[in-house]
């Protein structure tokens, strides 16, 4: 086997504590009868763990020179695609499944937001995610409205569930170490909403576009609308949007939803 380089481009920061790797297959809920889709396997630290738990794994890995340590795991419930889960087709991912599948995955940093609002957009059977990400982007996933850290993400994490900090992970578990400590949330996709997905986050990032705005500056200028015609609508939109819950966003969006160009909506 080649010794192998880790690559800062990756986000490679990899796990070897088994304890953790355990506790974080158990703070995922997986059992003998469920797939679970992985994301960034590594060497394999996670993916063995989620063998052992699960009925069956795929996993996403970019870096083809983790081959060697992948295949060496000899796993038969396991099937790994060496690809960018970015620029996978969701169809692709999700035929891999029979079922709904959970997601699993310490997360590459530097794509945490986008991999977030790829499976948000487009997943059509996924039923949990649990994953490692920067604290700070924990507690901004987990934020409640009126808390400081609630944003976008919060509102976007918040319709699909309630999403959880399950355990702080110190940076000294990484290798090689990052800047940072790390958090495992987990977020259960068992809330549903009477509204279009992809206008309502389309709503929620206008209403958040400069957070010191009032709604109704936000809406003039993300909607292209008359200020007096906005008002017409009966809400109070001299408030913020870090002051809406849920609710009022998909309200929101009903009502604006039809305003949002064709060309935002498809992005
Ligand atoms: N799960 C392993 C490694 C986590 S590091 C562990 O816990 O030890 C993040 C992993 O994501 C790396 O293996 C990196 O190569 C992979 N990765 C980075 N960008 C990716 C992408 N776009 N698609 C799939 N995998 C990616």
Redesign the pocket.
């Known amino acids: 086997m080649n010794s192998f380089t880790f ?1 800062k481009k ?7 504590d088994q304890n953790l ?1 355990k506790s974080i297959c158990q703070d995922a809920g997986i059992s003998k009868t469920d797939e679970v889709l ?10 063995k763990h989620l063998c052992k738990a699960g009925k069956k794994v795929v996993a ?4 083809v020179d ?1 081959k060697d340590y992948l295949n060496s795991l000899e796993q038969d419930n396991l099937k790994v695609e060496f ?5 996978e087709n969701i169809e692709n991912i999700e035929n891999n499944f029979k079922n709904n599948y959970k997601l699993v ?4 940093y ?2 945490t937001t986008p ?1 977030l609002f790829k499976f948000f957009n487009e997943a059509k059977k996924l039923e949990s995610l649990t994953i ?1 990400v920067q604290k700070e982007v924990g507690e901004r996933m987990c934020a409640k409205v009126g808390e400081t850290n609630y944003g976008a993400l919060s509102v976007c994490c918040a319709f699909f569930g309630e999403p959880k900090i399950m355990r702080i992970v110190s940076k000294k578990m ?1 290798h090689p170490q990052p800047d940072v400590d790390s958090c495992i949330v987990r977020l259960d996709f068992n809330k549903r909403f009477d509204v279009d997905k992809k206008s309502f986050f389309e709503i929620v990032k206008i209403a958040f576009k400069s957070r010191r705005k009032t709604l109704l500056n936000n809406f003039a200028e993300g909607l292209n609308l008359k200020k007096a015609d906005i008002e017409k609508v009966d809400f109070d939109f001299s408030r913020r949007a870090e002051n809406l819950t849920v609710d009022e966003f998909v309200w929101l969006t009903n009502i604006f939803g039809r305003f949002i160009s064709a060309g935002e909506k498809n992005k």
Do not use: H, R, S, V
Request: aromatic residues 14%.
């Open positions: 690559k990756f986000g490679q920061n990899f796990l070897t790797l992985e994301i960034g396997p590594g060497m394999g630290a996670l993916t996403y890995e970019i870096d983790l690809k960018d889960i970015l620029k995955a310490n997360l590459p530097y794509i991999i490692m990484f």
